[in-house]
């Protein structure tokens, strides 16, 4: 199975809005509503941001937002703040009962 | 909500087997049905290497699977990885994470592995 794919960054300025684009086939993003998104600080784990390709977990901002059409999914962060600057992955379920992660990006609040 | 940690040697040799624990606390491992592992090369993305049900049932990475096993341990609650045969491209922060519904919501804080000899 091969690495969804991300643009490797995306920038934006304090109080603006940014999408981040993950592409994958018609047997993982396109086929399963089991896209989640995950959030990662350098030296940190990853922290889930966004799941079931738009819902939120208890706790994560409401300036997080997930959707998805046809085989990409994207996560909108709107009101770009300086805590937001971090590394974004996406991940997928797949036909095959396995999960495929994104190859990540870097977001960079200029 | 519980909390997972990682254990084991920070180094394996190469073509050696890479063993690591993942400690459950704050609640029983049968408390969440899929308990999976994750890594992350130096620099690069995260990579899912395989989950283990609470049963002892087991999904794999196609790229890995045949040289990774994943086992659970319910009395003692953790879970285990064992990758054989590795070279330096298996040197990664190795992390463990729950994995039902399907996601990963709770992490450990990550052991970097290094193969050298």
């Known amino acids: 199975q091969s690495a969804l794919t991300q643009p490797a960054s995306v920038s934006g300025s304090p109080g603006q809005s940014i999408t981040i684009s993950c592409t994958g086939t018609?047997?993982?993003?396109?086929?399963?509503?089991?896209v989640s998104w995950y959030q990662q600080h350098p030296g940190k784990a990853p922290k889930l941001v966004i799941y079931d390709v738009t819902k939120r977990p208890s706790g994560v901002s409401d300036r997080f937002s997930g959707s998805r059409s046809g085989k990409t999914a994207s996560l909108t962060i709107s009101g770009l703040q300086p805590e937001d600057e971090a590394d974004y992955h996406c991940?997928?379920?797949?036909?095959?009962?396995?999960?495929?992660f994104g190859t990540g990006t870097k977001v960079t609040v200029l | 909500q519980v909390q997972l940690q990682e254990s084991g040697p920070g180094q394996v040799t190469p073509s050696g087997t890479l063993s690591l624990t993942c400690d459950v606390s704050?609640?029983?491992?049968?408390?969440?049905?899929?308990w999976s592992w994750v890594r992350q090369p130096p620099g690069k993305g995260l990579e899912w290497i395989g989950e283990?049900?609470?049963?002892?049932?087991?999904n794999y990475n196609p790229s890995l699977k045949s040289r990774v096993t994943i086992s659970i341990d319910k009395s003692n609650n953790y879970f285990s990885l064992k990758l054989n045969s590795v070279t330096a491209a298996d040197t990664a922060v190795y992390f463990c994470?729950?994995?039902?519904?399907?996601?990963?919501?709770?992490w450990g804080q990550g052991t970097l592995v290094t193969v050298s000899s």
């Open positions: 704050g609640g029983s491992i049968s408390s969440h049905d899929w």
């Open positions: 283990v049900f609470h049963s002892g049932s087991t």
């Open positions: 991940s997928s379920y797949t036909s095959i009962s396995t999960f495929v």
């Open positions: 018609s047997s993982d993003i396109g086929d399963y509503n089991y």
């Open positions: 994470a729950t994995s039902g519904d399907p996601r990963f919501d709770t």
